[in-house]
T-cell receptor, first 108, second 109 residues
Framework: QKEVEQDPGPLSVPEGAIVSLNCTYSNSAFQYFMWYRQYSRKGPELLMYTYSSGNKEDGRFTAQVDKSSKYISLFIRDSQPSDSATYLCAMGNYKLTFGKGTLLTVNP | SQTIHQWPATLVQPVGSPLSLECTVEGTSNPNLYWYRQAAGRGLQLLFYSVGIGQISSEVPQNLSASRPQDRQFILSSKKLLLSDSGFYLC????????FGEGSRLTVL
């Protein structure tokens, strides 16, 4: 079993849709969880950072962590064409393990 | 605020040539620094990390090396590039969250 698994997509949605992105992990010792957005040929940009189970909201973005199920999610409300990018989950402790990314396209 | 600078942004090198990628961080002292490589379809791979000057930990055996000559400077090097070294190289620093630079895209021909 891979340490972190993320559906690579691609995922295509209409503008205004709610987007759900997910990752599962196998190491129950992981304490820190992050979501990144990466535009083509750019470095990843940190969107959300959390270290506890539950929900964390920032504008149109909500990160959800379920440590009992080893499952994290990122929700994007009212998606915009500018949200079109690859989304990476990352988790761990001192060292982080990344998912391979989900390619999202939001169509106007 | 903290910023990361990486250069060069893009380079094309022949097989067997040397490599030097440089990263500097501003706005923080004694940062934990990281080099990652992102290859198509393989995700982000941690190559090296450093907790201080002269302290380098290698995560994967390869023909790459890293050095940290100053507190906020991190350098990735190779004496002889291989085709498999092509990829997108990212420097990052961590203070809780992990922040990335804009990356250096290397093509080895």
């Amino acid at each position: 079993q891979k340490e972190v698994e993320q559906d690579p997509g691609p995922l295509s949605v209409p503008e205004g849709a709610i987007v759900s992105l997910n990752c599962t992990y196998s190491n129950s010792a992981f304490q820190y969880f992050m979501w990144y957005r990466q535009y083509s040929r750019k470095g990843p940009e940190l969107l959300m950072y959390t270290y506890s189970s539950g929900n964390k909201e920032d504008g149109r973005f909500t990160a959800q962590v379920d440590k009992s199920s080893k499952y994290i999610s990122l929700f994007i409300r009212d998606s915009q064409p500018s949200d079109s990018a690859t989304y990476l989950c990352a988790m761990g402790n001192y060292k982080l393990t990344f998912g391979k990314g989900t390619l999202l396209t939001v169509n106007p | 605020s903290q910023t990361i600078h990486q250069w060069p942004a893009t380079l094309v090198q022949p097989v067997g040539s040397p490599l030097s990628l440089e990263c500097t961080v501003e706005g923080t002292s004694n940062p934990n620094l990281y080099w990652y490589r992102q290859a198509a379809g393989r995700g982000l791979q941690l190559l090296f990390y450093s907790v201080g000057i002269g302290q380098i930990s290698s995560e994967v055996p390869q023909n790459l090396s890293a050095s940290r000559p100053q507190d906020r400077q991190f350098i990735l090097s190779s004496k002889k590039l291989l085709l498999s070294d092509s990829g997108f190289y990212l420097c990052a620093w961590r203070g809780g969250e992990l922040f990335f630079g804009e990356g250096s895209r290397l093509t080895v021909l």
